[in-house]
């Protein structure tokens, strides 16, 4: 079995930053990508970033340009540097991996972590 844990949420002013992580532990895993995604209240889980095992990286166009992917493959762990924060990012931040193949689809992605809430105020 495999768990994603997500840290670093909070409440933050908006054009402050946040940095989310993500560390993947359980059986021997090695993920071709791992990605993030959020979900606002009343709306479906959209895609934000991803990076791939080779460091290859993919944003949503709402965030290219203040958010940035990386990874840290020794430690199977994923980063999320978010600046310039607005209150449209508002949302629960999920961690995702695919041991194969990377998606902007949430349904692509085999195993999810529990989330954390970012909430930027105005």
């Known amino acids: 079995q495999v768990q994603l844990v997500e840290s670093g949420g909070g409440l933050v002013q908006a054009g402050g930053s946040l940095r989310l992580s993500c560390a993947a532990s359980g059986r021997t895993f090695s993920a071709s990508a791992m990605a993030w995604f959020r979900q606002a209240p009343g709306k479906e889980r959209e895609f934000v970033a991803a990076?791939?095992?080779?460091?290859?990286?993919y944003y949503s166009d709402s965030v290219k340009g203040r958010f940035t992917i990386s990874r840290d493959n020794a430690k199977n762990t994923v980063y999320l540097q978010m600046n310039s924060l607005k209150p449209e990012d508002t949302a629960v931040y999920y961690c995702a991996a695919n041991e194969f193949r990377v998606s902007r689809l949430a349904g692509q992605y085999d195993y999810w972590g529990q989330g954390t809430q970012v909430t930027v105020s105005s």
């Open positions: 990076a791939t095992i080779n460091w290859a990286t």
